[in-house]
């Protein structure tokens, strides 16, 4: 059974789109992680182009951070005036990030710039993930216990100018380096159709020590509004987001992230990480694969705008 998007202006079948989020939705619900950098690239490679799929895939994560960030902001597991800080720089980022997404769009080498990015994003951070994953596997198979850290050392970015201190988080730092990150990620995720929440969870976690108990959350509220801006930036410069194609992935994804979450109870965590790494490095090679194989059609005719 098909449906026309009228955006991406092709035929799609809706069981395949609704698989395909489910199926994201089930890793999303599992390893408690957005799943925009699945998603994105899984909708080029069925053929959406790539400027629709970053865009609308970006509505999606919309939809599903709220309802996220809604339910840690009840049980009080977010930082506010974190996520608000972290949610500045992640506005500007998003705005850099469409005014790039647009500039390579019209230069016609946006979908070479998504590709390379994945392939170098989703390689880097897979490798470390799966280094990381089993040098734990091994030393729990050889009952070495990880050495502690000592002491309350503060890296040299924490006393960096412009200090705040986050009582919630129990944090006093630099806003500069939390600026950094920020922006960078709200640029990836203007860019690349990803919420950042795989990126901004162990930077928050292992670079600033935001405890546990509210970093998920914390990265939610900052997802959510970083995300709307995108939608809308995207919908209002380019005409991208595709409403149907929107609607098809949420419900998909709602679907499958209930059966993930159950799923996940039931996973070791080094397990988890292993498996989670090897679906990013697996996105990554797939996204290798996509760019040095030669198109069975490597010719092809269309209309270019003048301006």
Do not use: C
């Amino acid at each position: 059974m098909q449906i026309y998007l009228p955006i991406a202006d092709m035929p799609i079948s809706i069981f395949l789109v609704l698989g395909l989020s489910a199926a994201v939705g089930f890793i999303s619900g599992m390893f408690g992680v957005g799943g925009g950098f699945l998603l994105t690239p899984l909708l080029i490679f069925i053929g959406v182009p790539a400027a629709i799929s970053v865009a609308t895939v970006s509505a999606q994560i919309t939809a599903s951070s709220m309802t996220g960030a809604l339910a840690y902001w009840r049980r009080r597991a977010l930082d506010v005036k974190l996520g608000t800080v972290l949610l500045m720089g992640g506005l500007v980022g998003t705005v850099l990030g469409v005014w790039f997404f647009n500039a390579m769009r019209r230069l016609g080498q946006l979908e070479l710039v998504i590709i390379l990015s994945y392939i170098t994003l989703l390689g880097s951070v897979g490798s470390l993930m799966l280094a990381e994953s089993l040098k734990a596997l091994w030393s729990e198979r050889r009952g070495v216990v990880p050495p502690r850290k000592r002491g309350p050392h503060h890296p040299w970015y924490f006393g960096l100018p412009l200090r705040m201190r986050f009582q919630r988080s129990k944090l006093y730092v630099s806003v500069i380096p939390l600026a950094v990150l920020s922006i960078t990620i709200g640029f990836l995720g203007a860019v690349l159709g990803i919420g950042g929440g795989f990126l901004m969870v162990p930077a928050l976690l292992y670079l600033f020590r935001v405890p546990t108990a509210v970093v998920v959350g914390t990265s939610l509220f900052q997802i959510l509004f970083t995300m709307v801006a995108a939608t809308v930036l995207h919908a209002v410069t380019n005409q991208a987001v595709d409403v149907i194609l929107a609607v098809l992935l949420v419900l998909g994804g709602v679907f499958g992230a209930q059966f993930g979450a159950r799923a996940g109870r039931n996973v070791k965590g080094e397990h988890f990480r292993l498996l989670l790494a090897l679906i990013v490095l697996a996105v990554g090679v797939r996204f290798a694969t996509e760019a040095v194989i030669r198109p069975a059609d490597p010719y092809s005719l269309g209309a270019t705008e003048l301006r």
